[in-house]
């Protein structure tokens, strides 16, 4: 019988270091796709039915309806499945260390000390905030990020830079709400 391997023993077990982890907000996306694999069932249920509710209907409509809604009721679900896993595919996440912040997404995986950060803020207009470097290319993070806006993100993490420019624990005050 092989070994039973625990979080605490897994080669992929969490970094010790990792103080907090915010994963992209994908919500609108997945209520989007629910909402089109429902009109397609309710498409289905409209074709199918239909035929069978007129007096006398031809044949022909009969069969047409049954065609479009079997395509109807066979799409929606395969839709679904298809654009979930679209979706929830990518692994885009920012995770806050005890000696930096790691931003990943499909294209980039970087890690930025705190000692290279010089500013954290919010974008202006949109979703994401920018981490002013020195020396460096800013890194700019343009997501959304699940139950934080960009303003509080970027106050979180420039409270966090001044405790670990300090020298102190880099430990939010109070996070999670």
């Not at 298809?82 to 990518?90: D, E, F, G, M, T």
């Not at 294209?107 to 954290?120: K, L, P, S, Y």
């Not at 806006?149 to 939010?172: C, D, F, I, M, Y």
Request: charged fraction near 20%.
């Amino acid at each position: 019988m092989a070994p039973i391997i625990g979080p605490m023993t897994s080669p992929d077990a969490p970094d010790p270091s990792l103080v907090l982890w915010f994963r992209q907000d994908v919500r609108r996306a997945v209520r989007a796709a629910w909402l089109r694999a429902f009109v397609f069932v309710f498409l289905a249920m409209a074709f199918l039915t239909a035929p069978l509710s007129a007096w006398e209907s031809p044949t022909a409509l009969q069969v047409v309806g049954w065609i479009f809604g079997g395509a109807c009721l066979v799409t929606g679900p395969i839709y679904l499945m298809v654009r979930l896993q679209r979706i929830l595919a990518p692994d885009i996440y920012l995770a806050v260390h005890r000696g930096g912040v790691s931003w990943h997404d499909e294209a980039d995986n970087r890690f930025v000390a705190w000692d290279q950060i010089r500013e954290v803020r919010a974008r202006e207009g949109s979703a994401g905030i920018v981490l002013e470097l020195d020396g460096q290319e800013d890194l700019v993070v343009a997501e959304a990020f699940v139950d934080v806006t960009s303003a509080e993100l970027a106050e979180l993490l420039t409270e966090l830079l001044q405790k670990a420019l300090l020298g102190l624990p880099v430990r939010p005050r109070s996070w999670p709400r």
